[in-house]
């Protein structure tokens, strides 16, 4: 079977350091290896528009950032299909049919929509809460990746259980309608657990831009080194052992450093295990660490903001990647909802089979 990779990122905001080691990297290094059919990069503004209905601008203007920062880390339009969630015209309709297959329980029990509604602070009235194509994201992510018959799917941790929930979907419809339509996919996690899901600048569990704890990858050399310095990290006095687990800027460290940066910044010590052993003895003040994640975040960062300024002065470049994009993934998800509508038997006028079956029922 040849790979098909699905993957992509609501447009709410420029992408963050979090989408880079949980998700970004990953797809140029399958963009890279030339292993599949079809990579395709869903950008899902229909899905962002879930919980900013209110302010459809910051979903159209974070479109083109989104592309930006997808370009910048080293994502090629001539091996990656960037299409528009909303202007693929079969996911709608996909979306509900698959809506038929699950009930709104088992979407309620998803771990990662449950987390999801209390990160955004949904209230339980009509006026402030859930809204339903929110909780519908499950399906409509179903939706997205049978559309393209995707089997490979890159994301962080968090995201499994939106991928189990599309297996689920899969092997519903397949069993009811008795047919092999759609495919089954796996998820592509990260290979540093640590990577699966960075914390934010602020020691919490996950790197948000609802939270404002993001370090973003179009963020400027000052506003980087800012952000580092205000990292929290465990009170002690400069003698005491100090605390590596559970210390964000040691996991920090942990996703990106590498010997070739102690070597070039901090050549006191050879490698990470070096330097975590000597904090934990103490005499190692967080000054100094921080500086040294600033220079190697500093080094990761500056050839993708760089990029990505030369790509923001040919915005119309950018339209047009979409706009192709988007039409070929309309003939990809078109062939395959006409598929499912006639697995479903609701294709009535694809031929004669309908209006011959119908006058033979009424003409006896």
Same mark, same amino acid.
């Given at each position: 079977?040849?790979?098909?990779?699905?993957?992509?990122?609501?447009?709410?905001?420029?992408?963050?350091?979090?989408?880079?080691?949980?998700?970004?990297?990953?797809?140029?290094?399958?963009?890279?290896?030339?292993?599949?059919?079809?990579?395709?990069?869903?950008?899902?503004?229909?899905?962002?528009?879930?919980?900013?209905?209110?302010?459809?601008?910051?979903?159209?203007?974070?479109?083109?950032?989104?592309?930006?920062?997808?370009?910048?880390?080293?994502?090629?339009? !001539? #091996?990656?299909?960037?299409?528009?969630? &909303?202007?693929? +015209? %079969? =996911?709608? $309709?996909?979306?509900?049919?698959?809506? /038929?297959?699950?009930?709104?329980?088992?979407?309620?029990?998803?771990?990662?929509?449950?987390?999801?509604?209390?990160?955004?602070?949904?209230?339980?009235?009509?006026?402030?809460?859930?809204?339903?194509?929110?909780?519908?994201?499950?399906?409509?992510?179903?939706?997205?990746?049978?559309?393209?018959?995707?089997?490979?799917?890159?994301?962080?941790?968090?995201?499994?259980?939106?991928?189990?929930?599309?297996?689920?979907?899969?092997?519903?419809?397949?069993?009811?309608?008795?047919?092999?339509?759609?495919?089954?996919?796996?998820?592509?996690?990260?290979?540093?657990?640590?990577?699966?899901?960075?914390?934010?600048?602020?020691?919490?569990?996950?790197?948000?831009?609802?939270?404002?704890?993001?370090?973003?990858?179009?963020?400027?050399?000052?506003?980087? !080194? #800012?952000?580092?310095?205000?990292?929290? &990290?465990?009170? +002690? %006095? =400069?003698? $005491?052992?100090?605390?590596?687990?559970? /210390?964000?800027?040691?996991?920090?460290?942990?996703?990106?450093?590498?010997?070739?940066?102690?070597?070039?910044?901090?050549?006191?010590?050879?490698?990470?295990?070096?330097?975590?052993?000597?904090?934990?003895?103490?005499?190692?003040?967080?000054?100094?660490?921080?500086?040294?994640?600033?220079?190697?975040?500093?080094?990761?960062?500056?050839?993708?903001?760089?990029?990505?300024?030369?790509?923001?002065?040919?915005?119309?470049?950018?339209?047009?990647?979409?706009?192709?994009?988007?039409?070929?993934?309309?003939?990809?998800?078109?062939?395959?909802?006409?598929?499912?509508?006639?697995?479903?038997?609701?294709?009535?006028?694809?031929?004669?089979?309908?209006?011959?079956?119908?006058?033979?029922?009424?003409?006896?």
């Amino acid at each position: 079977m040849e790979n098909i990779i699905l993957t992509g990122d609501r447009p709410t905001g420029r992408l963050h350091l979090g989408h880079y080691v949980g998700s970004l990297k990953r797809r140029v290094e399958l963009q890279n290896k030339n292993d599949y059919k079809e990579l395709i990069i869903l950008i899902a503004d229909a899905q962002a528009l879930t919980d900013n209905s209110g302010n459809p601008q910051k979903v159209r203007d974070n479109v083109i950032e989104v592309m930006l920062d997808y370009l910048a880390v080293g994502l090629d339009p !001539k #091996k990656v299909t960037f299409c528009i969630q &909303s202007q693929i +015209r %079969a =996911l709608p $309709e996909l979306t509900a049919y698959y809506m /038929n297959l699950v009930t709104l329980p088992r979407v309620l029990r998803n771990p990662t929509v449950k987390s999801e509604i209390k990160l955004r602070g949904f209230n339980n009235n009509e006026e402030s809460g859930v809204p339903v194509g929110f909780v519908n994201y499950p399906i409509s992510q179903a939706a997205d990746i049978t559309a393209f018959k995707a089997n490979l799917i890159p994301v962080g941790d968090d995201q499994e259980p939106m991928i189990e929930q599309t297996r689920e979907v899969v092997r519903s419809f397949n069993r009811i309608y008795n047919t092999d339509v759609l495919v089954e996919c796996k998820s592509v996690l990260p290979e540093n657990e640590i990577c699966s899901r960075l914390p934010g600048t602020d020691g919490g569990a996950k790197m948000s831009k609802s939270i404002g704890n993001c370090i973003y990858l179009a963020d400027d050399e000052a506003t980087i !080194k #800012k952000k580092v310095n205000s990292m929290a &990290s465990f009170p +002690r %006095a =400069l003698e $005491e052992p100090g605390i590596v687990e559970g /210390n964000v800027i040691f996991t920090y460290l942990r996703a990106f450093a590498n010997d070739s940066h102690f070597e070039k910044y901090y050549p006191e010590f050879k490698n990470l295990d070096e330097l975590e052993s000597a904090y934990k003895k103490g005499g190692l003040g967080d000054g100094r660490i921080k500086k040294f994640l600033n220079d190697v975040l500093q080094e990761e960062l500056k050839p993708i903001r760089e990029k990505r300024i030369e790509f923001s002065k040919n915005i119309p470049y950018i339209l047009e990647v979409l706009k192709e994009g988007s039409e070929k993934a309309n003939m990809l998800a078109d062939k395959t909802l006409e598929e499912v509508k006639s697995a479903m038997g609701i294709n009535y006028f694809v031929n004669d089979e309908y209006i011959n079956e119908q006058i033979e029922k009424h003409s006896n």
